[in-house]
């Protein structure tokens, strides 16, 4: 057994040991320090997710009760099963990300924008919470009946595995149980690009679902919750996950966690893949069509969104040709994915101000003319 060597607050910490680079294991922290900004990139996210900010209860669900009391079966029920996985999903980022990366943070920056980020899916969890309680008469059968879609729990099984190796991992090594070794990088590594792959992949395809619904003019209000979830999730949650990959694969153990794992990052996103298109098939095995989609549409929107993970990593992949664009624009009128820009080593942007998202529209929420 190893002695307890962490401590909340280390006092030992010089001035000369501040503004340094390490994003993880660096020297343990001490002031939270804006004074030097090693990744001022990363703040900057820090600040747009704190512009973006929004209330869990804004939004008036009055109408959507009218809309699962009259809407067909098929629509009403695949509604249900996308808010059941996303609310269970975000339940589990919401426990996820500051536990398990609280031992490992030692840089200011990184740590205000991943404490701003476990904010964000406790807003996001609510808000699902809060649309089950005032969209459906009787929220507590709703509530049961969500808990018994095991296929939504299949559909997870695959990133919670990762998360919970790498929870029990971050607290052995805050007591002291384990030491620093490139085994451990790797387990933080693996749930960073996990965490990448849940957001920009299956976070994606459910809210596909959902805005292909709310697109025909029914359940408006948790089309508009569910969109200011997605803005989150889409244009910082993820554009965060890829700067921090991109800065620790530019470190010694980053390089070696990116060979080391890249076989098991390979079968992460294969296995979320073919998870993704069990849920689909499933979603659909009622034979209802959605009108404005369906299966085969939805299985390339799964794949345009992989294909990020894949350029993102450098993977190889078997799921043969990728979509060259996105196979459902319609989407763009919920998911402004015009919005986000390329890195500014890849574009040259005069407007562009360090790693922040760029918008024009003063964060608005968009509404569709039905």
Request: aromatic letters at 12%; glycine letters at 6%.
């Amino acid at each position: 057994m190893f002695p307890v060597t962490k401590q909340i607050f280390n006092h030992e910490k010089t001035a000369a040991q501040y503004g340094g680079s390490e994003l993880f294991f660096g020297p343990a922290p001490g002031l939270f320090d804006t004074v030097n900004k090693a990744h001022p990139r990363i703040w900057d996210f820090y600040k747009e997710m704190k512009s973006l900010d929004w209330s869990e209860d804004e939004f008036d669900y009055t109408q959507c009760l009218v809309d699962f009391a009259s809407v067909d079966f098929g629509t009403g029920d695949k509604m249900r099963k996308t808010l059941a996985y996303q609310w269970e999903q975000d339940s589990v980022a919401s426990r996820s990300v500051a536990p398990i990366l609280a031992p490992f943070v030692t840089n200011s920056e990184l740590w205000a924008a991943y404490q701003r980020i476990s904010d964000n899916e406790v807003l996001h969890a609510a808000t699902y919470s809060e649309i089950v309680r005032t969209s459906f008469e009787n929220p507590q059968l709703v509530l049961a009946d969500i808990l018994e879609v095991k296929e939504s729990m299949q559909r997870m099984e695959t990133v919670n595995k990762v998360l919970s190796d790498a929870y029990i991992a971050s607290h052995k090594y805050a007591l002291g149980q384990i030491e620093l070794d490139q085994d451990l990088y790797n387990t933080l590594y693996l749930m960073i690009v996990s965490m990448f792959i849940m957001e920009r992949v299956q976070f994606m395809a459910s809210f596909a679902i959902t805005f292909t619904i709310c697109g025909t003019g029914l359940f408006q209000s948790i089309g508009k919750a569910v969109q200011r979830i997605a803005q989150d999730e889409f244009e910082v949650h993820v554009q965060l996950g890829k700067c921090v990959i991109d800065i620790e694969h530019g470190t010694e153990r980053g390089k070696i966690a990116r060979g080391q794992t890249k076989s098991t990052v390979e079968r992460i996103l294969a296995d979320v893949v073919a998870a993704e298109f069990k849920w689909l098939d499933y979603m659909f095995s009622d034979g209802v069509p959605l009108l404005g989609t369906n299966v085969d549409y939805l299985k390339k929107w799964v794949l345009f969104n992989a294909k990020d993970v894949i350029q993102t990593l450098d993977l190889k992949h078997d799921f043969g040709a990728l979509p060259k664009s996105n196979p459902m624009p319609h989407l763009e009128k919920w998911l402004n994915i015009n919005k986000v820009q390329a890195a500014p080593q890849e574009e040259s942007i005069g407007a562009y101000k360090v790693g922040i998202v760029q918008r024009t529209d003063n964060g608005n929420i968009y509404d569709d003319d039905f």
